[in-house]
């Protein structure tokens, strides 16, 4: 028998991430999003949604709820290519119940290797500064990864609620596709909501230009404040800003943002924000067709967006996978959260591969910018456990 609704599953799902419910654990594991107070956590597969790409996601997933009972959650990941699977799935039980997590008895050893290294990191964001002078590109994001390893399997629900004590971050745990041997999962502790939607409202907190937090309190106000007067930061920010709102505006009756980005914070982190607001002309649009339409936005890709991600893969030395794509869920009524998929790693046995990138527009400079994607490691590396003196970037 499908045991899939739970104590207070007749909850609207955004309720319940507002409020918490009882749940009964005991099924594995399946997805987690945890942003400060407010918990979904799924348990146990009941149904994945048949994979397909950003285009047919919007009717996919109407589909999918027309045959899906009135508290139904879809929850899962959308790859960064929007011509690649996307990865969503229905639990057997949901529940605004965090996992019990034992904290680590002795934290395991290490083994850290960069790819591509920083200094080729550095020269592929040169080669990238280098194609914008020939002209055609305003921005281009640029990642590089960590991997992580030991010898023992990473234990998914104490790193879980590592990435979810800053309060600033939802901290996220999506299963991945691909089975054996052991299964994968992404996670992280992302601060941007691409989208969310409860009822005609909706929202987005688009995030670019960053630096670096300090431990010293006078250092450390001062980084932010520098930010904040940053010309080539603002720039930055600014093409993703006026994107979500170009994206946003065809489904809205009234949508708005301040005038100019604000400072916002994580514990790692500064970073320019925009809170955009509005009212959807039709209720009954799914946040998960929203997400599609907004991802990717320039936070992660660039501007125009095909000609940054044709040089993304040139320039990088992977496929970024479900890193830089979307994490979230949605409700038969459509309502959801879909977050931007970084501060992340992919998860597979004793194996972490993280990911970090960063914005380049003319007048960047590659060794700021490496110095930036190692210090976005930080918080996944120190939910690990691994000290900032390994950091290894
Ligand atoms: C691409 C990442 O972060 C994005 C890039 C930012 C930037 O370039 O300043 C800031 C926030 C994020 O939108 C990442 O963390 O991997």
Redesign the pocket.
């Known amino acids: 028998m499908r045991r899939r609704a739970m104590h207070g599953c007749s909850m609207p799902m955004a309720e319940m991430m507002r409020a918490g419910g009882a749940g009964e654990p005991g099924e594995p594991l399946l997805f987690a999003f945890l942003s400060g107070g407010r918990k979904l956590v799924g348990r146990g597969m009941a149904r994945a949604l048949a994979s397909g790409t950003a285009a047919t996601l919007a009717a996919r997933v109407a589909a999918f709820f027309r045959n899906a009972p009135a508290d139904a959650v879809l929850a899962g990941a959308l790859p960064f290519d929007r011509s690649a699977g996307d990865n969503l799935v229905e639990a057997r039980q949901v529940s605004a119940d965090a996992p019990e997590a034992v904290p680590f008895l002795a934290p395991p050893r290490w083994g850290l290797r960069p790819d591509p290294s920083p200094g080729a990191f550095a020269r592929a964001v040169a080669a990238a500064l280098g194609e914008m002078e020939a002209g055609g590109l305003r921005k281009v ?1 640029l ?1 590089r990864s960590l991997l992580a390893e030991t010898d023992r399997a990473i234990d998914l629900t104490a790193l879980l609620q590592r990435l979810a004590d800053d309060p600033a971050v939802t901290a996220f745990l999506v299963p991945l596709p691909g089975t054996d041997p052991a299964p994968r999962f992404l996670a992280g502790a992302t601060p ?1 909501l691409l989208v969310g939607k409860a009822g005609r409202a909706v929202r987005s907190h688009p ?4 630096a670096r937090r300090r431990a010293d309190p006078a250092e450390d106000r001062a980084a932010g404040a520098a930010l904040e007067r940053s010309e080539k930061d603002r720039r ?1 920010h600014a093409l993703v800003s006026e994107f979500v709102l170009d994206t946003l505006a065809p489904y809205c009756r009234s949508l708005s943002a301040p005038e100019g980005p604000r400072l916002t914070t994580t514990a790692t982190m500064w ?1 320019l924000g925009t809170r955009i607001a509005g009212e959807l002309k039709e209720p009954e649009v799914s946040s998960a067709a929203l997400a599609a339409a907004l991802h990717p936005t320039p ?2 890709c660039g501007v125009p967006r095909e000609a940054s991600a044709r040089l993304i893969r040139r320039l990088e030395p992977y496929d970024r996978g479900f890193y ?1 794509g979307a994490v979230g869920w949605c409700d038969a009524r459509g309502d959801g959260e879909w977050h ?1 998929a ?2 992340c790693a992919e998860i597979r046995g004793g194996q972490a591969r993280l ?5 380049i527009v003319p007048g960047s400079d590659p060794a700021a910018e490496t110095a930036e994607t190692a210090a ?1 490691f930080g918080a996944f590396l120190r939910a690990l456990g691994i000290e900032t003196e390994e950091r290894g970037a």
């Open positions: 994001v990642s941007e995030l670019a230009g960053s930055e970073h936070a992660v830089a931007v970084i501060r990911y970090a990138g960063a914005g976005k």
